[in-house]
């Protein structure tokens, strides 16, 4: 009897979207978990992995940045500068 009233035939359509929504997120997930099960397989099986990173990487890491690098005594002391290696 209360499936006569608009209001819940627009709340049974939103409660499906809902199912369909969960379903593609469902999808996906187990389409990034396929992804990433491969890339583990790749890592594994390499020889050699090289990561690399971009900008801003080394300081948020408390590594020292290019611009610390840079400047060290010694490259002064030699007249050189850290391009020069």
């Known amino acids: ?3 006569n ?3 819940n035939a627009i709340s049974e359509q939103h409660n ?3 199912d369909d929504d969960t379903s593609d997120q469902s999808n996906l997930c187990q389409q990034e978990e396929a992804k990433i099960d491969q890339a583990a397989q790749l890592i ?3 020889d050699i992995l090289l990561i690399a990173t971009g900008a801003g990487f080394s300081a948020d890491s ?3 940045t290019y611009t ?3 400047r060290n005594p010694i490259y002064e ?3 050189i500068e ?3 290696l």
């Open 1 to 3: 009897a209360s499936t």
């Open 5 to 7: 009233f608009p209001n």
């Open 16 to 18: 499906d979207d809902d």
């Open 44 to 46: 594994q099986a390499a």
């Open 62 to 64: 408390g590594l020292p």
């Open 68 to 70: 610390d690098v840079a």
């Open 77 to 79: 002391a030699l007249g």
């Open 82 to 84: 850290y391009g020069d």
